[in-house]
């Protein structure tokens, strides 16, 4: 596992192709497209979004059902 996770961190800093050969070095230029891109931006807040949403029905709905079993029990 350690040898993809290497190519694809060394393949991050370069410009490369999917078809093959290795691109030419580009630095973080490819982090900064990534992070100023505004669909990635748009993309990231969708996302947390919903992880705080799953996150609070989840809860919600855990507590809902743990509380008349935890009653029925005793």
Do not use: C, H, W
């Amino acid at each position: 596992t350690i040898g993809p996770a290497t190519y694809i961190a060394t393949s991050s800093f370069r410009n490369d192709s999917i078809l093959g050969g290795a691109g030419k070095f580009v630095g973080l230029s490819n982090y900064v497209t990534a992070v100023t891109d505004p669909a990635t931006q748009q993309s990231f807040g969708v996302t947390i979004l919903f992880v705080v949403a799953a996150v609070v029905i989840e809860m919600a709905l855990g507590l809902a059902l743990a509380l008349p079993l935890s009653r029925r029990g005793r």
